[in-house]
T-cell receptor, first 114, second 111 residues
């Protein structure tokens, strides 16, 4: 079974530029999460999708971050414009059902904003 | 808001010593999960506990869920260098079950 795929693995951009990350969850997984993990901290949930609908985006900085999951499969997370404090690893995870199941994580995208 | 705290933040042990990390939630959890993240890697699921007072073992790892379902612990017996990494507890919050991660405990080992 293929795992969660993310791209790119690494990205370096200047502040005020825009950037987009892509995630393809495990086939058939209905729930998809985007997490932000700053160095030395635990993953922080940004947004949760159930199929193609947003379930929770309370921690998403909506003035600069946006995410979509068209057709309920793969997803993109965009930052525009980026700030220095956005430097982090962006992790995508998926679960087959919304409740009581383990999350499968992708390798993540390491973003450096200079 | 929901908070999941873990202690200690770091632990450095001699190989062969035991290790324990504790997880405390500000609210009652329906279940708790534990993940391990190797340096430079991504979180990998270890186990899920559901019942109050539940204890599960995986070889040298022992996981406990508190009676009130607000705290949990992970104990590793006789650590090995392969145990190096950061251990996170995580709990689902609200009916939408968004998974909130704790702050993690980073384990390093002296050979």
């Amino acid at each position: 079974e293929a795992g969660v795929a993310q791209s790119p693995r690494y990205k370096i951009i200047e502040k005020r530029q825009s950037v987009a990350f892509w995630c393809n969850p495990i086939s058939g997984h209905a729930t998809l999460y985007w997490y932000q993990q700053i160095l030395g901290q635990g993953p922080k949930l940004l947004i949760q999708f159930q199929n193609n609908g947003v379930v929770d985006d309370s921690q998403l900085p909506k003035d600069r971050f946006s995410a979509e999951r068209l057709k309920g499969v793969d997803s993109t997370l965009k930052i525009q414009p980026a700030k220095l404090e956005d430097s982090a690893v962006y992790l995508c995870a998926s679960t087959p059902r919304a409740l009581n199941t383990e999350a499968f994580f992708g390798q993540g995208t390491r973003l450096t904003v200079v | 808001g929901q908070q999941v705290m873990q202690i200690p933040q770091y632990q450095h042990v001699q190989e062969g010593e035991d290790f324990t990390t504790y997880c405390n939630s500000s609210t009652t959890l329906s279940n708790i999960q534990w993940y391990k993240q190797r340096p430079g890697g991504h979180p990998v699921f270890l186990i899920q506990l559901v019942k109050s007072g539940e204890v599960k073992k995986q070889k040298r790892l022992t996981f406990q869920f508190g009676e009130a379902k607000k705290n949990s612990s992970l104990h590793i017996t006789a650590t090995q260098t392969t145990d190096v990494g950061t251990y996170f507890c995580a709990g689902p919050y609200s009916s939408a079950s968004k998974i909130i991660f704790g702050s993690g405990t980073r384990l390093s080992i002296r050979p």
